[in-house]
């Protein structure tokens, strides 16, 4: 209510203001209206102002402190990612040496096992080629034996069969 006639009064002194003397200097009223003008500008402009500034100067600090909290917040999390970039960084190194170990591991393990399977198919071949050769030798006996039976007759005696089996083994 003050405020509307302070309005009020601005009105009527600025209108009061406007009637000029004829040709006489009205300098003192002219200072004093405008004495009274500054007075209710600043009266009803002065505290809307301050709180305006006031809360857009504390709009900006909240807001400059986010930033600087985000920024804070920042770099931390950049720390961190570089720890955990030389943390994987010595795991991958960890990582290679240990596999280098276990393909040589592996690789001795192949070679161990391929020099025994090597030594077992060698074994394996000359007890086959012994079987072989035995196998052989029966079938020469059994052929000189058939072959003495047939050509048998009552007069052949041991030392026939020995040279004919001498023959055949010779």
Not at 8 to 36: C, K, P
Not at 148 to 169: H, P, W
Request: net charge negative; proline share 1%; glycine share 4%.
């Amino acid at each position: 209510m003050s405020r509307i006639l302070l309005l009020i009064v601005m009105i009527s002194t600025y209108a009061f203001a406007s009637e000029a003397g004829h040709g006489e200097t009205d300098i003192v009223q002219r200072t004093v209206n405008f004495l009274l003008f500054a007075g209710l500008v600043w009266y009803l402009v002065a505290e809307p102002a301050k709180n305006f500034f006031a809360s857009r100067s504390q709009a900006i600090a909240d807001e400059l402190k986010k930033v600087q909290d985000k920024l804070n917040e920042s770099v931390t999390l950049k720390k961190e990612a570089l720890a955990k970039i030389s943390d994987a960084e010595k795991f991958a190194q960890d990582l290679v040496v240990s596999a280098k170990k276990e393909n040589k591991i592996l690789n001795d393990n192949i070679m161990t096992q391929c020099e025994l399977d090597l030594e077992t198919l060698s074994k394996q071949g000359s007890s086959t080629r012994d079987y072989a050769q035995r196998k052989m030798v029966r079938g020469v006996v059994e052929d000189v034996i058939t072959e003495t039976l047939a050509q048998s007759s009552g007069d052949f005696d041991k030392e026939a069969m020995a040279n004919v089996i001498l023959k055949k083994v010779a």
